[in-house]
């Protein structure tokens, strides 16, 4: 596993010794509410969060009860956007778009037709090598667990981590040396995955990025 988000979710393996921890891959994960860039480049300051509703009449959609949208996460993911419309006395409503395809639609639609969209993204992903974003900035992180966040603050950021078999780190295997040695960032995967979103061969892609990036796949190898 070579990009882990954390959670506790392999700790009953690492207590056993069954699975390794090797540490983080160099990459930060990170949620939060973004805008298409165009929006940025013509509103400045909309990226403080303490301006959201100097901007919500931008935002309103037929869906939104005459506030602003506040496009969601899909069920299931980490989301504490009530909480913060609400912590923050923001005047938006939370309409869930119920998928991340929805998501990507309305902010590909948002930056080519200059509409706007404020909505829930997270990055390492590929569609932010497609379609640039800007985030929302809301006061520094103070909650690691979203059940017990306040609203106030931000999304947390995440050293995203690798983790492997045990019996993998003791093989003495040049793959368990490449896992130990493995680096890389979130703009590395992003083009990587875009390309293959994009319709290129996997093993294309993969070849594209290490031609690209020979001193890294070096150190990689050890």
Same mark, same amino acid.
Request: net charge negative; hydrophobic share 40%; aromatic share 12%.
């Given at each position: 596993?070579?990009?882990?988000?954390?959670?506790?979710?392999? #700790?009953?393996?690492?207590?056993?010794?069954?699975?390794?921890?090797?540490?983080?891959?160099?990459?930060?994960?990170?949620?939060?509410?973004?805008?298409? +860039?165009?929006?940025?480049?013509?509103?400045?300051?909309? $990226?403080? !969060?303490?301006?959201?509703?100097?901007?919500?009449?931008?935002?309103?959609?037929?869906? !939104?009860?005459? +506030?602003?949208?506040?496009?969601?996460?899909?069920?299931?993911?980490? $989301?504490?956007?009530? +909480?913060?419309?609400?912590?923050?006395?923001?005047?938006?409503?939370?309409?869930?778009?119920?998928?991340?395809?929805?998501?990507?639609?309305?902010?590909?639609?948002?930056?080519?037709?200059?509409?706007?969209?404020?909505?829930?993204?997270? $990055?390492?992903?590929?569609?932010?090598? #497609?379609?640039?974003?800007?985030?929302?900035?809301?006061?520094?992180?103070?909650?690691?667990?979203?059940?017990?966040?306040?609203?106030?603050?931000?999304?947390?950021? $995440?050293?995203?981590? +690798?983790?492997? !078999?045990?019996?993998?780190?003791?093989?003495? !295997?040049?793959?368990?040396?490449?896992? #130990?040695?493995?680096?890389?960032?979130?703009?590395?995967?992003?083009?990587?995955?875009?390309?293959?979103?994009?319709?290129?061969?996997?093993?294309?892609?993969?070849?594209?990025?290490?031609?690209?990036?020979?001193?890294?796949?070096?150190?990689?190898?050890?």
């Amino acid at each position: 596993m070579v990009e882990d988000w954390g959670g506790g979710r392999w #700790q009953e393996w690492v207590d056993r010794g069954s699975v390794v921890e090797l540490g983080p891959n160099g990459q930060e994960g990170l949620i939060g509410m973004y805008v298409p +860039k165009w929006m940025a480049d013509e509103y400045p300051d909309i $990226t403080d !969060s303490a301006n959201l509703n100097k901007y919500a009449d931008l935002f309103k959609t037929p869906d !939104s009860d005459g +506030k602003g949208a506040w496009l969601e996460g899909p069920p299931g993911y980490t $989301t504490i956007g009530e +909480k913060m419309i609400e912590a923050n006395k923001l005047n938006f409503k939370a309409i869930n778009t119920g998928s991340e395809a929805a998501l990507i639609d309305a902010f590909t639609d948002g930056q080519k037709n200059k509409k706007a969209v404020l909505g829930y993204w997270y $990055t390492p992903q590929y569609f932010n090598a #497609q379609v640039e974003l800007a985030r929302i900035n809301f006061p520094a992180n103070d909650w690691t667990d979203a059940a017990q966040a306040s609203g106030l603050t931000d999304y947390p950021a $995440t050293p995203l981590i +690798k983790l492997a !078999s045990k019996r993998l780190m003791d093989s003495g !295997s040049p793959f368990a040396t490449l896992l #130990q040695n493995f680096q890389w960032t979130n703009e590395d995967q992003n083009g990587v995955a875009a390309d293959i979103e994009g319709g290129m061969d996997p093993a294309a892609a993969a070849q594209k990025w290490i031609d690209a990036n020979p001193d890294k796949v070096k150190a990689w190898l050890g």
